[in-house]
C-alpha cells in the first residue's frame, strides 16, 4: 500500500514561522515534523510515498529528496500553480490530483495529515484486508483535545458514525479507497463531505488510538511538543 502525506497548507496559524518556511519543515525534537512523520510510515513497512505541497515546496523537495536518505521512495503533487488554482488545493483537492500516483483505481491507500504528531502504529492500517468488503474509508480516531471538544465522529464495533452521544476527533490519518472520490473533479474542495457522506451511508470504518496525538497547528503546540521530545529516555 502507498501512502500520502499532506504538506500543501499554508500554515496561516504558524505565522511568522511559515512566513519563510513550509510547516512540514518546521522542526521538534531536532527533526522535521515531515521527517517524523517518513519514519514512522518507514518503520511500519510504507516506503512508495506521495507528498503533496503548495506553499514554498521546493524547500520540501529539496530537503527530502527522492527519499533515499530515510530509506523510501518519494514523489511530489506539486499543487501551487496547480491545474489555474492559485494556491493548494484543500484536502480532498490534492488527494485527487495525486490519486494517479498513489493507486491503480482499485487498491486502497493511506493519507496521514504532515502537520500532527502521535505515536500511532500505522502498521494497524497495513493490515489486510485494508478496507472491509464495501468500504470507502477507514479513520484513525482519537480522544477529543482541548480544541476540538465537541469531537467529530463516534466509534462502535469498528464502525464510524455521526452519533453525537459519544464522540472522538478524526486524527487526520485514514485509509481511503479510491471510489470515494467518484465524481469529483480537478479543483478545490475538502475531504470532510465525502466522510460525512460515506458515514451516513455506512461504509467507514474505524480505530481508536488512545496514545499522544497533537495537531501542531500553533506555534505554541511546536514549543509543546518540541519540549516533549527534547526530554532525555531514562
Same mark, same amino acid.
Given at each position: 500500500?502507498?501512502?500520502?502525506?499532506?504538506?500543501?497548507?499554508?500554515?496561516?496559524?504558524?505565522?511568522?514561522?511559515? +512566513?519563510?518556511?513550509?510547516?512540514?519543515?518546521?522542526?521538534?525534537?531536532?527533526?522535521?515534523?515531515?521527517?517524523?512523520?517518513?519514519?514512522?510510515?518507514?518503520?511500519?513497512?510504507?516506503?512508495?510515498?506521495?507528498?503533496?505541497?503548495?506553499?514554498?515546496?521546493?524547500?520540501?523537495?529539496?530537503?527530502?529528496? *527522492?527519499?533515499?536518505?530515510?530509506?523510501?521512495?518519494?514523489?511530489?503533487? /506539486?499543487?501551487?500553480?496547480?491545474?489555474?488554482?492559485?494556491?493548494?488545493?484543500?484536502?480532498?483537492?490534492?488527494?485527487?490530483?495525486?490519486?494517479?500516483?498513489?493507486? *491503480?483505481?482499485?487498491?486502497?491507500?493511506?493519507?496521514?495529515?504532515?502537520?500532527?504528531?502521535?505515536?500511532?502504529?500505522?502498521?494497524?492500517?497495513?493490515?489486510?484486508?485494508?478496507?472491509?468488503?464495501?468500504?470507502?474509508?477507514?479513520?484513525?480516531?482519537?480522544?477529543?483535545?482541548?480544541?476540538?471538544?465537541?469531537?467529530?465522529?463516534?466509534?462502535?464495533?469498528?464502525?464510524?458514525?455521526? +452519533?453525537?452521544?459519544?464522540?472522538?476527533?478524526?486524527?487526520?490519518?485514514?485509509?481511503?479507497?479510491?471510489?470515494?472520490?467518484?465524481?469529483?473533479?480537478?479543483?478545490?474542495?475538502?475531504?470532510?463531505?465525502?466522510?460525512?457522506?460515506?458515514?451516513?451511508?455506512?461504509?467507514?470504518?474505524?480505530?481508536?488510538?488512545?496514545?499522544?496525538?497533537? +495537531?501542531?497547528?500553533?506555534?505554541?503546540?511546536?514549543?509543546?511538543? *518540541?519540549?516533549?521530545?527534547?526530554? /532525555?529516555? *531514562?
Amino acid at each position: 500500500m502507498k501512502a500520502m502525506i499532506l504538506a500543501a497548507g499554508r500554515g496561516n496559524r504558524m505565522r511568522p514561522l511559515t +512566513d519563510h518556511t513550509p510547516k512540514p519543515l518546521l522542526a521538534a525534537g531536532g527533526r522535521t515534523l515531515i521527517e517524523h512523520q517518513i519514519l514512522r510510515l518507514r518503520a511500519a513497512g510504507f516506503t512508495e510515498l506521495v507528498v503533496n505541497h503548495a506553499h514554498l515546496g521546493a524547500q520540501i523537495e529539496a530537503h527530502l529528496g *527522492d527519499g533515499s536518505a530515510h530509506g523510501v521512495s518519494i514523489r511530489y503533487s /506539486p499543487e501551487g500553480q496547480a491545474l489555474g488554482h492559485n494556491g493548494a488545493l484543500e484536502t480532498g483537492g490534492g488527494i485527487f490530483k495525486a490519486l494517479a500516483l498513489l493507486t *491503480d483505481g482499485s487498491t486502497p491507500f493511506l493519507v496521514t495529515n504532515g502537520d500532527v504528531w502521535c505515536d500511532f502504529d500505522y502498521g494497524r492500517l497495513a493490515d489486510a484486508p485494508a478496507l472491509a468488503d464495501g468500504d470507502l474509508a477507514r479513520l484513525v480516531l482519537v480522544d477529543n483535545p482541548a480544541h476540538n471538544a465537541g469531537g467529530d465522529f463516534a466509534l462502535t464495533d469498528g464502525r464510524v458514525s455521526r +452519533d453525537r452521544s459519544a464522540t472522538l476527533t478524526f486524527a487526520g490519518i485514514g485509509v481511503y479507497h479510491p471510489d470515494l472520490f467518484a465524481g469529483c473533479a480537478p479543483e478545490a474542495f475538502p475531504l470532510a463531505p465525502l466522510l460525512r457522506r460515506a458515514v451516513a451511508d455506512n461504509r467507514v470504518g474505524g480505530l481508536h488510538h488512545a496514545g499522544y496525538w497533537l +495537531d501542531v497547528g500553533t506555534p505554541a503546540r511546536l514549543a509543546e511538543l *518540541d519540549r516533549m521530545l527534547s526530554v /532525555p529516555v *531514562d
